[in-house]
């Protein structure tokens, strides 16, 4: 599948300036010219796709400020403490949670949490939660303390209210979501490009495991963990 730059900078998307001149080769290119090389030579003199694409400078210079910034911010979470620690993990789910927490937050791993559930209404609600995202937007403590429960949101990857039948979808810094395919919604991981399937009849998809969970708290839970291929 083709890398879409726009769904992230080139510079975190791609690990080498040859990866963001191959993304826009494309095979009838290799087929006629016969030669890799001169194939990227083109994308780069501007003779191949419709997007300019940045010189070699650029892309080395964003790409040495895309790193020097996941740095500091891989410093900054590992000097905080993480909101797990200390809280009473009886639930599997709370438990799950918690095992995942510093992969999510250090970039090692992205999970998709599924909960199905009852919201303050009394309405079932269900949907898909970027778990890495929230865990950076918000206090996850009063999650693991349960003074507050964690349920899908309007602005998450996706929403569905069972009651009223209003439907979200939306993507987030890590992943795309995918609407259009028959079997329902797929979520692109923005650093590697690589599908997860969340329908029960299908694979997960390349570095992609389902894990189902027992849990008092919910009518429902599922969690996708995506290993991230590239580094952070």
């Known amino acids: 599948m083709e890398a879409d730059a726009s769904r992230g900078h080139p510079a975190e998307t791609f690990r080498s300036y040859e990866d963001l001149l191959d993304n826009h080769v494309k095979p009838l290119d290799l087929f006629y010219l016969e030669d890799e090389e001169l194939a990227r030579q083109l994308v780069q003199l501007g003779y191949r796709g419709s997007r300019k694409v940045m010189t070699r400078e650029d892309f080395e210079r964003a790409k040495a400020v895309a790193e020097e910034e996941s740095r500091l911010a891989r410093s900054e979470q590992q000097q905080q403490p993480l909101a797990s620690m200390g809280a009473d993990l009886e639930d599997n789910f709370l438990r799950a949670l918690a095992e995942r927490e510093e992969p999510n937050r250090s970039g090692k791993m992205t999970s998709i949490i599924f909960i199905r559930d009852h919201n ?94 027992r849990s008092d708290l919910y009518l429902q839970v599922l969690i996708f963990d995506h290993i991230t291929r590239r580094k952070i």
């Open 120 to 213: 303050f209404l009394g309405h079932e609600i269900s949907g898909y939660i970027d778990y890495c995202h929230r865990l950076k937007t918000e206090d996850f403590r009063q999650y693991f303390k349960r003074t507050k429960k964690l349920l899908p949101r309007s602005t998450d990857l996706s929403f569905y209210n069972w009651n009223t039948h209003i439907c979200t979808t939306n993507s987030s810094p890590n992943f795309e979501v995918w609407t259009e395919d028959l079997g329902g919604l797929l979520f692109v991981n923005k650093r590697d490009q690589k599908i997860l399937n969340v329908d029960p009849q299908a694979k997960p998809g390349d570095s992609s495991l389902r894990t189902p969970l």
